[in-house]
């Protein structure tokens, strides 16, 4: 397999997960927060400095955000490098580059989920299209990655795409834990004792489409260590960074089974770090979360690079 | 029960007895071998086929068989226009055709070989130096190397017309890089999709082949010490036009696709960078242009070739398909020399006809020329694509004044071949709902290896959609046809 | 016999480091019947490999291909080889005048040597100069072309600088200066329309006896003369090649033998020196 066409394969997975998560990040701090029990949940700017947060735009802190702007931006606009718009256009660029390798159905279907974001339109978007575009951008993703699962074959290539999907999520759940962590803090500031149960953690679950399947592991309203314990640490549920972790390791075995015990390969990496998350428990996490992220999301981007590394470049 | 108002869809078809038409005789009865297809064809009502038009329309799109076109601000994809009517050779027409494209095929190849060695037939007298030393696809690096077989044009893509006379004529020989294979079996899979009843009545040979055959060719010609070849298509990226043919051919050969910065010359050996390392290449399908193969050896701007790999094919350690320097045969003023070719070579006489031909080069026939522009097509020697082709009776006084200017600027580039009257077909016209004549032209696919040589049973028939036109070129807003041999 | 050594070194800085680039050096003297390379040894920075390659007009190329980034690049390579000395050449005395312009007519002729007899981008002559210098056919061919390198002299003075080796043959005879592939493509162009074929040769120069040369690579043509072959002329210097004439390859004009070919993507300043020493012991 042709490293330039591995690299792309690995971020074809990579940003049809992106899409999906700023899709379902937008929608659920929008729709959620219109009803939040907290004065700060509810506001516009709060809200939509949340949503810019995740995208990663830098914008001017104490500029007054338009919400159809912010809306726009997020979603269909083509100059925005991280709009949901792009990421499907980097999707199919790269599907495009490696479609000898991919199946037709999924070709397809890549394609077809391109021509219909591209046709959308902006208008209908930023008045009455939110709802209904974040959900087609979510039920287009779900349907692809079916796709992927179910028309290829489970081989290198099918392994890359996996890789990519996985890492982006690990990387998107811990960024979503992040920001929703920040704003917990700030939303309880005045009553740090509410930290644990803000209404945050319950948006928080519901950014990652979790906050039914984490009512059924803890039946009670999630807690900021529920909450913590469950994105992190649970290795049955899709989307923790443990599932991720595993799913990973899974697939760069399938890339180069011979590595394993290869010190200093992304195979002997990923193997490491994914003991460390099976046995780690909430008690040793709980008192220090923040720093906690950051080493996650530091080692998740060491992982990638050493992907990089090892394997796109030569 | 058909409702009242049902409306055929040859109900409009207007015959023009001067066109051959391949579907109706002169007197407008149908042909017998398109008899089935048109009783099938005239029982949809107009509503039904508008409706299977969109869907074989769609079904393109989103299978991504598209190109880009760029408008004002932003670029759009367009599908090439595939018309549902196919178009079937009869198998006797077709054997003749056959054995006219592999004639003039090796003729070519051996006129290259001997053009890049003793160059016997310009020491014959038969072709002047001046052609080939004025020629922009000559490539003197190429002198006296021995590709592998000696075979310098693997794929050659001719084509072919229906004159008014009902026989065919060669237009031109394509062994650069002919495109249009991909479309043959597109073309047959949606019209399989949208009309599968069709084919219950007709016994046609399969397209689907070719692929294998091309890999076979490539294998055939792989490097001397090599057991199993590496093959590889290699693309100038996602951005050229006929990269969606690029990756359907690797794709069904089932082997990489890849750009000029997936590879790298060490030693004058081909690698490509995998995920493992480097892999040795032996044979290369390029779609690159001989000019950018190589930014070492040929244009030093090429971003898409790969340094040093010209050294590489010299040594002899990798096969390019086709070899390099094969423009040389492609050029427009060499056709015209074609019978004499395959004389020379051969000894044969030619199957197919040739268009006869008036070199601006020589002053009687550029006196003609300047005389009957009229009555002519003029055509650049080296240019692609149908570009600066003036056809003598669609000109106004001021332009064929023009014309003249611009042939006595420089009268090598120019030739010129009588109006030639190509065949119509039926066609869809979308904006008139109905079918209508339009010419057709042929592009044949050949294969030529070590010992083996293939033609592509079927072949690309191009259509001019807008109304007397004779430019079927996509680039000039052709579409094309599912085209049926049928077995004999 | 003259023992040669030659040494031909480049240093290239950039402002910015240069992450991949390639190099192709075509600085190699070839051997034949005068010359006799005995030994070549190169160098480069950093730890990048060089490799042989054959072009494709069979001459010798040095290449290396830098994978790391680099603000800095020297290369050197140090050639020895013997040389001959070159004989006076006369007309061979048994063919007459005409059998040389006759000989010249023969189609068999013109194909062998079509690629030497047509202009080139830097050999086409501007329409107004195709009749500067006719043959005069009542002489050899030999003694024409002596006078053409003569004209040739005169006519252009030798100027280093400024200019480059693809310079048109209008600015050259506009400007009536120039450097060695000025004199040499003039020279071949001329040569070329009155039927004579003539080649482009890249080489070293020995410049010990005051000839006009410069401390870069040096050019002068060949001519091939019916019924003796291929002659060197050195029309910069107004002379028939020697012994002080290296020669590495030759070509149609200066862009199929140029010293140095580069692919790379650098951007900011850039500075490249390139020298070369050429030395004989008898």
Redesign the interface.
């Known amino acids: 397999m042709l490293a330039r066409i591995a690299n792309n394969l690995f971020w074809m997975g990579r940003y049809i997960e992106r899409a999906e998560h700023t899709a379902r990040f937008t929608n659920v701090n929008y729709f959620s927060s219109l009803d939040a029990p907290n004065k700060l949940s509810r506001d516009r700017q709060f809200v939509l400095q949340s949503i810019y947060e995740m995208v990663g735009e830098e914008d001017e802190k104490d500029e007054v955000l338009i919400e159809q702007d912010v809306l726009y931006n997020v979603a269909l606009n083509p100059d925005k490098h991280y709009s949901i718009l792009k990421c499907i256009c980097y999707a199919r660029e790269n599907a495009n580059s490696s479609r000898d390798l991919i199946s037709n159905d999924c070709y397809e279907t890549i394609n077809k989920f391109y021509h219909s974001v591209m046709n959308y339109s902006k208008d209908y978007f930023v008045t009455r299209g939110l709802h209904d575009f974040t959900s087609h951008i979510m039920h287009q993703s779900t349907i692809l990655k079916g796709k992927i699962r179910g028309t290829m074959l489970h081989d290198e290539v099918y392994a890359l795409i996996k890789l990519g999907i996985n890492i982006e999520r690990a990387t998107q759940v811990t960024r979503i834990l992040q920001i929703k962590y920040d704003a917990a803090e700030q939303v309880t500031s005045s009553k740090p004792k509410h930290l644990k149960k803000s209404y945050e953690w319950t948006t928080l679950l519901k950014c990652v489409d979790s906050f039914d399947i984490n009512r059924r592991v803890y039946r009670k309203p999630p807690t900021q260590s529920t909450v913590i314990e469950f994105l992190m640490l649970n290795p049955n549920s899709p989307r923790t960074v443990l599932y991720c972790l595993s799913q990973i390791k899974e697939h760069i075995t399938m890339l180069d089974p011979l590595k394993a015990h290869e010190k200093n390969t992304a195979l002997f990496l990923i193997g490491k770090m994914m003991c460390e998350y099976k046995y780690k428990t909430v008690e040793d996490i709980e008192d220090n979360v923040k720093e906690f992220i950051a080493h996650t999301f530091s080692s998740l981007i060491k992982l990638s690079e050493k992907l990089e590394d090892e394997y796109f470049y030569h | 029960m058909k409702p009242t108002n049902f409306k055929h869809l040859f109900s409009s078809y207007d015959g023009n007895e001067n066109l051959f038409d391949e579907i109706f005789d002169k007197k407008q009865n149908v042909r017998k071998v398109y008899q089935k297809l048109f009783d099938i064809y005239n029982d949809q009502s107009i509503e039904d086929f508008i409706n299977l038009n969109n869907k074989a329309k769609t079904s393109f799109f989103n299978q991504g068989i598209t190109f880009q076109v760029y408008n004002d601000e932003k670029a759009q994809e367009k599908i090439f226009p595939f018309d549902l009517f196919p178009r079937i050779i009869d198998g006797e027409e077709w054997a003749t055709i056959e054995k006219g494209v592999i004639q003039r095929c090796k003729a070519l190849n051996a006129f290259i070989w001997d053009i890049y060695h003793d160059?016997n037939i310009?020491?014959a007298?038969l072709v002047p130096?001046e052609l080939?030393?004025?020629s922009a696809n000559y490539?003197?690096?190429m002198d006296n190397l021995d590709p592998v077989g000696g075979i310098y044009n693997h794929i050659s893509g001719t084509d072919l017309i229906k004159h008014s006379d009902g026989k065919y004529y060669v237009l031109e020989d394509n062994i650069r890089c002919p495109s249009g294979v991909s479309y043959v079996i597109y073309n047959r899979n949606a019209l399989k999709r949208s009309l599968f009843g069709v084919f219950n009545h007709y016994d046609i040979h399969t397209v689907t082949d070719y692929s294998e055959n091309l890999l076979e060719i490539m294998e055939s010609v792989k490097p001397k010490g090599v057991d199993v070849p590496t093959c590889v298509v290699i693309t100038p990226g996602v951005f050229n036009s006929a990269y969606f043919e690029h990756s359907y051919l690797a794709k069904t050969m089932g082997i990489e696709l890849v750009e000029g910065r997936d590879l790298?010359v060490?030693?004058?050996f081909l690698y490509m960078k995998t995920i493992s390392g480097l892999k040795k290449v032996d044979v290369v399908y390029r779609r690159i242009d001989d000019g950018f193969l190589d930014?070492?050896?040929f244009k030093?701007d090429s971003a898409i070739g790969v340094?040093?790999l010209?050294?590489a094919y010299?040594?002899g350690n990798v096969t390019l398909v086709n070899a390099p320097g094969t423009g040389v045969a492609d050029d427009k003023a060499i056709y015209t020399y074609m019978p004499e070719i395959i004389k020379f070579y051969l000894g044969e006489k030619p199957i197919l006809n040739n268009v006869h031909t008036y070199h601006c080069s020589r002053p009687t026939d550029l006196k003609f020329v300047l005389e009957n522009i009229h009555n002519l097509v003029v055509k650049p020697v080296d240019e692609a694509g149908g570009y600066g082709i003036s056809i003598g009776n669609r000109l106004t006084k001021a332009e064929i004044a023009d014309v003249k200017k611009v042939i006595l600027q420089n009268p090598r580039k120019y030739i010129a071949q009588p109006i030639m009257s190509l065949s119509v077909h039926a066609t869809y016209i979308e904006d008139c709902q109905s079918f209508e004549q339009r010419h057709v032209d042929l592009r044949t696919f050949t294969l030529l290896g070590q010992d083996k040589e293939f033609v592509l049973k079927g072949g690309l028939t191009r259509v001019a959609l807008k109304k007397g036109n004779l430019i079927v070129n996509s680039s000039q807003g052709g579409g094309s046809k599912d085209t049926w041999v049928l077995k004999k | 016999m003259f023992n040669y050594t030659i040494k031909y070194t480049t240093e290239n800085t950039y402002e910015n480091p240069v992450f991949e680039s390639?190099w192709?050096f075509m600085v190699t003297p070839e051997t034949n019947s005068s010359q006799d390379l005995i030994s070549s040894s190169y160098s480069v920075s950093d730890d990048n490999s060089i490799?042989k390659?054959?072009?494709?007009?069979n001459f010798e190329?040095t290449?290396i291909?830098t994978k790391k980034p680099f603000n800095n690049l020297t290369f050197e390579a140090i050639f020895k080889l013997n040389k001959s000395e070159i004989s006076p050449i006369e007309p061979n005395p048994e063919f007459t005048v005409e059998d040389d312009y006759k000989a010249i007519e023969v189609?068999?002729f013109?194909?062998?040597f079509?690629?030497f007899l047509?202009a080139t981008e830097l050999t086409a002559l501007p329409k107004v100069a195709v009749k500067l210098f006719e043959f005069e056919t009542s002489k050899h061919i030999l003694d024409n072309v002596k006078q053409l390198n003569t004209w040739v002299y005169d006519l252009i003075t030798f100027k280093a600088g400024e200019t480059t080796e693809d310079m048109l043959l209008e600015t050259v005879l506009e400007k009536k200066e120039g450097v060695s592939s000025d004199f040499v493509h003039l020279f071949c162009a001329i040569a070329r329309v009155n039927k004579v074929p003539a080649r482009y040769v890249s080489g070293y120069l020995h410049q010990g006896d005051g000839f006009f040369g410069d401390s870069e690579m040096y050019a002068w043509a060949e001519v091939y003369i019916p019924n003796l072959g291929w002659i060197g002329f050195d029309p910069g210097n107004n002379i028939l090649a020697d012994h002080n004439h290296i020669k590495v390859a030759h070509g149609?004009d200066y862009k199929d033998c140029p010293p140095l070919?580069q692919?790379m993507y650098a951007y900011g300043e850039q500075e490249s020196k390139f020298a070369v020493e050429v030395n004989y012991e008898q």
């Not at chain 3, 390659?53 to 007009?57: A, E, P």
């Open positions: 160059k310009i020491k007298g130096m080939i030393s004025s490539l003197r690096q790298v060490e030693n004058d930014p070492l050896e030093k340094p040093g010209f050294s010299k040594n | 390639y192709q490799e390659s054959i072009n494709g007009y190329t290449r291909h189609l068999d013109k194909v062998d079509e690629a047509n149609r070919k692919i």
